[in-house]
């Protein structure tokens, strides 16, 4: 016999032996149903402390700019240091200022000298134009004449204010008390307006801003006070009240932004810090709260399996909260009084139909009862 006879022969018996093993009781092909577990979803109290991260920001912060041009003539107030709403900080040409502001005063005064002249020369006119003496093309010049004084009056004294203002300007001077954090500008520099002279900061008080998630948006109201920590003062809590409550919630965070304030006498807090607010207990009844063991995490977010009728589940996409004790609070999706699986559903699809067991293995018939509240 032939090799390939041999090798034929013997795989005879194996086919025959696999055909008969496949028609042996099967009648055809014959699937179970998948045995799970399920539990029914139960009414919890939850007690959260709202705890939010956020920053603390300067009530009064600048970028002091100049108003004019001109050299940098004096510098009275160097960075690091203290200065009050409305101290000088910065000189810029005050002299070649109070030269301009002379001058205009002094055309002023000519404008207002021609003016008077003018007028009293008109009122001439006048009365000759009364007594017929004077034509009417003179009392035009001289109405013409006087319209023109006045005029220039104006301008010399809007040209006034400009240069009083200019020498206003020239000396800059803090908006508001505070410390210079920066300069900007060194003694004799050249600058035109709009060139940053120092950033001023004040640090007393200050504000932590933070956001709130939307659940816990109601828990927040103005005037409502707080505990803040920071790192650089870890063991000293300092306190704080709500000041501001934006009126939406951001539609991409899904959050709400919030702002307090707190006193800062001694200097210890500054801007820019990350902080730690603590808002309280928040107490919620009611919520429904599931097995941890029910959620499978899939790719299109954490999903369970809800039975419906006695043999059939539904796949859902769950808003899963937070974790308490083995169990796991569910914000959407599934509501208490529904039966959820708990165990068995790693395979699971949308409509599949399962034998039903309850978590001790026993038959689920008459095993569930009423939802019960977990206290």
Partial sequence: MTGWALRRALALPTVALALTACGEGSGGAVFSRPPVAVEQVEAHRIVDRILVTGELLAVNEASVAAEVDGRVTSILVEEGEAVEAGETVFEIDRERRQLEREDAQARLGEARARFEQQEAEAKRIRRLHASQTASDAQLD?????????RSQVVGARAKLGLAERAFRNSGVSAPFAGIVARRHVSSG???????????LVSFDPVDIVFHVSERDSGRVALGQPLDVRVASCPDEVFRATITMISPRIDPRSRTLRVKARLENHDGKLRSGLFAR?????SER????????????QRADGSVAFRLLGDDR??????KPGVFRDGYVEVIEGIDVGDIVVVRGHARLIDGAAVEVRTPTGEAAVGALGDARTRE
Avoid at 141 to 149: P, S, W
């Fill in 313 to 318: 589940v539904e796949r859902l996409l769950l």
């Fill in 189 to 199: 520099e050249f600058i035109v307006p709009g060139t940053e002279l120092f950033d």
């Fill in 277 to 281: 607010a603590d808002l309280g207990l």
């Fill in 285 to 296: 009844s009611g919520v429904p709260m599931i097995p941890e063991g029910a959620i499978l």
């Fill in 141 to 149: 010049d001289a109405e013409a004449e006087l319209r023109l004084a």
